[in-house]
């Protein structure tokens, strides 16, 4: 008998030896009961509680889910990430396996599966771990504390396909699964491992009540800088709107302004903003870059937009130099068609402005970029951030005293535009890739100011020939159809009750438009941070199509 039990226990650490002996790393040391007592599982809690801290009382068994909350989950697991993916593909190395797998979450609402998602290799667990050693992580999967993590994007994604519909008002039980996957070649062939982690918790739908206080327009305070309107409009559609925005129909967006003949129409701030904001509109400031391009050529600081970047920079001193390179025009940068390997629809593109940002000095890193073999200067249209870092910084060099004071003195001056805040790259030059910040009011001046074929105040403050320019068909957006690009401008055509109205518009991320028609005497500013939200331009879209288009023409 002792001899089978001697057997059997060198069996068992034989097993256990062997089963260490095929991780990659070694893990984190457990170091509490409650670790312990929770391997394998996904715990809720409605906060960011330090994994010290944490106690089992703090586990959330129900909650109650708002649109502004914070919902998170710890994660308490076995081994490493990077050991259970070593499990799934044995024979590929450390490296490979990081930039080929991760975590699979899939999200059941009512025991109905819902979503599934295998998150992107590059997302990490910040402070909380690393896939290398640690045994657990907490993320949030929503938040009011302004945190930005792939979670978060990952749980939008979920409401997005089937959360909000089966997310009806009531009780509802939300089982989280997480299993290790790994990408096994370039054919997208997935192997998944078996859970890993799992959890649920009941939450609970209340939708949220609307006073009559929010939905009636706001009145416009004296002080705008703008004379009123006096035309009338349907008041309806706007309360309409107002209870859309209100309710989260429409989420997150800060401000709708409509100016109408030259006056202000509808002032109307939302979630904590009011006519003081300076809001954060993302690529949209990319416009004023053509704005002051075209003020610096009228100026004769810079010849034309057929200036060639041969005539600005020395590019054999810059990676990847030939020929093709020093030929890119201004005008390709200022329609998005230079030849340039970069594209910021592509996160594999090496001129994704994901890639940029982390570098020291991003004109640089523009200029270093090879040349794609598929593109010609001016042909195809493709967008890329880091092409207008170039222009700003053509400017910079260009107009007397540096861009910043520049804009100051020859547009923000002549607009009367004192409410606004650049960011700066890393070499303190103001950005011209965007979030330029400002009031909606003073967006509205700048919008208006195209609007007026340049003029401001009875003068000449952009040439009329550069706005004819940039409001123009430069470039035919690909697989947008009737979708254009002028110079740092959108356009799309707005369909309403049968009638076509063309738009030009600034545009940025999170739903950010300042919005000029052509043919109706109308521009209108919305301001949004539902940022990398796939309905965020939709929403905008509908904002006018919906509402203020049937308020107005009706």
Not at 208 to 223: C, D, F, L, R, W
Not at 443 to 467: E, F, M, R
Request: glycine fraction near 6%.
């Amino acid at each position: 008998m002792k001899q089978i039990l001697l057997l059997l226990t060198v069996l068992f650490m034989s097993g256990i030896l062997s089963a260490q002996n095929n991780d990659l790393y070694k893990t984190d040391t457990i170091t509490s009961n409650l670790q312990n007592a929770n391997k394998g599982k996904i715990t809720f809690m409605d906060r960011n509680i330090p994994l010290q801290q944490y106690k089992e009382s703090d586990f959330l068994k129900s909650y109650e889910l708002k649109y502004k909350s914070d919902l998170n989950i710890r994660v308490f697991m076995e081994n490493s990430v990077i050991n259970y993916l070593h499990q799934l593909a044995p024979d590929l190395p450390a490296e490979m396996l990081l930039e080929s797998g991760n975590l699979q979450f899939s999200f059941y609402i009512d025991n109905q599966f819902i979503y599934k998602e295998n998150i992107h290799h590059g997302c990490n667990f910040g402070s909380g771990g690393n896939k290398n050693t640690s045994i657990t992580f907490r993320v949030p999967l929503t938040s009011s504390k302004g945190e930005d993590w792939w979670a978060m994007y990952m749980w939008d994604r979920f409401i997005n396909n089937g959360g909000e519909k089966a997310l009806t008002e009531g009780k509802h039980l939300l089982k989280i699964e997480i299993r290790p996957y790994v990408k096994l070649d370039e054919k997208s062939t997935v192997k998944t491992g078996n859970i890993i982690a799992e959890g649920q918790v009941e939450l609970i739908i209340k939708t949220p009540k609307v006073t009559a206080k929010q939905i009636e327009i706001q009145s416009i305070k004296p002080n705008s800088g703008w004379k009123i309107s006096t035309l009338s409009f349907d008041k309806n559609k706007i309360e309409q709107l107002n209870t859309a925005i209100t309710n989260y129909t429409l989420k997150e967006i800060t401000s709708v302004v409509v100016i109408r003949e030259g006056k202000l129409m509808l002032e109307e701030y939302f979630n904590d903003a009011d006519r003081n904001t300076l809001h954060d509109t993302r690529s949209a400031g990319k416009s004023f870059t053509s704005t002051l391009m075209g003020i610096a050529i009228q100026d004769g600081y810079i010849k034309s937009e057929n200036e060639k970047l041969s005539n600005f920079y020395d590019l054999k001193q810059f990676a990847n130099y030939e020929v093709k390179k020093d030929n890119i025009k201004i005008k390709d940068l200022l329609t998005m068609s230079s030849a340039f390997d970069g594209s910021d629809s592509n996160g594999d593109s090496p001129g994704n402005e994901e890639n940029m940002y982390p570098t020291d000095n991003w004109v640089k890193f523009a200029l270093d970029l090879p040349m794609d073999k598929n593109k010609t200067n001016g042909g195809k249209w493709d967008y890329f951030t880091a092409g207008v870092v170039i222009l700003g910084d053509i400017l910079n060099k260009s107009v007397p005293e540096g861009l910043e004071k520049y804009a100051a003195e020859k547009l923000f001056k002549s607009l009367n535009i004192t409410q606004y805040q650049w960011q700066y790259t890393p070499q303190k030059v103001v950005n011209t890739a965007g979030s330029l910040q400002m009031t909606s009011l003073e967006y509205a001046k700048y919008a208006q100011l195209y609007k007026n074929n340049g003029i401001w105040n009875n003068k000449q403050v952009i040439p009329s020939d550069w706005v004819s320019k940039t409001l123009s068909h430069q470039i035919q957006i690909p697989e947008r159809e009737n979708q254009f690009y002028g110079y740092l401008f959108w356009n799309k055509t707005v369909e309403y009750k049968g009638k076509s109205y063309e738009t030009y518009y600034c545009a940025g991320n999170g739903g950010n438009e300042f919005i000029i028609f052509k043919e109706l005497p109308i521009v209108i500013i919305i301001t949004s941070k539902a940022y990398n939200k796939r309905y965020a331009h939709t929403q905008a879209d509908t904002i006018v199509k919906d509402y203020i288009l049937p308020s107005i023409l009706n």
